[in-house]
Nanobody, 120 residues
Framework: QVQLVESGGGLVQAGGSLRLSCTAS????????MGWYRQAPGKQRELVAG???????NYADSVKGRFTISRDNAKNTIYLQMNSLKPEDTGVYYC??????????????WGQGTQVTVSS
């Protein structure tokens, strides 16, 4: 069974930075496309950044140029570096494996997420 543990969230002022981490177990991590998803208050969960098994990345338009996703297969961990944060980036951030390198849809169970709050 895949288990995901997110960390690194917090309260930050607009313009600040945070680095999120997600460690996976119970899966052959290096073979999985992974993604960071965000659930803002009152909105559906959406993919904000994805990375394939071959390290290709994609981003939601709202975070392009500000967020960077990366992975360390030796540590079974993905990261999300978030710079120039805006109040609209506020939400609970989750990581998940994606169904494939070509899909944005989540393919595993959700972790507990990590709260990011950006104050104006």
């Amino acid at each position: 069974q895949v288990q995901l543990v997110e960390s690194g969230g917090g309260l930050v002022q607009a313009g600040g930075s945070l680095r999120l981490s997600c460690t996976a177990s119970g899966t052959i991590f290096r073979l999985n496309a992974m993604g960071w998803y965000r659930q803002a208050p009152g909105k559906q969960r959406e993919l904000v950044a994805g990375i394939t098994s071959t390290d290709s990345t994609n981003y939601a338009d709202s975070v392009k140029g500000r967020f960077t996703i990366s992975r360390d297969n030796a540590k079974n961990t993905i990261y999300l570096q978030m710079n120039s944060l805006k109040p609209e980036d506020t939400g609970v951030y989750y990581c998940n494996k994606r169904r494939s390198d070509y899909s944005d849809y989540p393919g595993g169970p959700w972790g507990q997420g990590t709260q990011v709050t950006v104050s104006s």
